[in-house]
């Protein structure tokens, strides 16, 4: 599961730069949320009740994020079935 947690931390990082270099309030904090939707998918937690009163495309980056962030964790325990039962058949 290496995988999983090395390509968050690679679209964290993204959203960490890409957030330094925005110009609107409203650009940092959709930056932000993405972050925040990448971090809770990692760490199993869902603050998605908490963004709904946030700006709709604030609370669409939380979303993205976060979706985004299963969806790799999911990528992640699959390959990881595979290349587990591909060794158990070569082994």
């Known amino acids: 599961m290496e995988y999983k947690t090395k390509s968050i931390a690679s679209r964290i ?4 730069r890409q957030k330094t270099q925005a110009r609107a309030q409203l ?3 959709g930056w932000q949320a993405e972050e925040e939707g990448l971090r809770d998918a990692l760490l199993n937690r869902n603050h998605t009740n908490q963004y709904q009163h ?38």
């Open 13 to 16: 990082e993204w959203c960490l």
């Open 27 to 29: 650009e940092v904090e």
């Open 54 to 91: 946030c700006p709709p495309g604030v609370f669409n980056r939380y979303v993205m994020g976060f979706q985004d962030g299963q969806a790799l964790i999911h990528a992640a325990a699959v390959d990881q079935h595979f290349t587990t039962s591909a060794h158990r058949t070569h082994v």
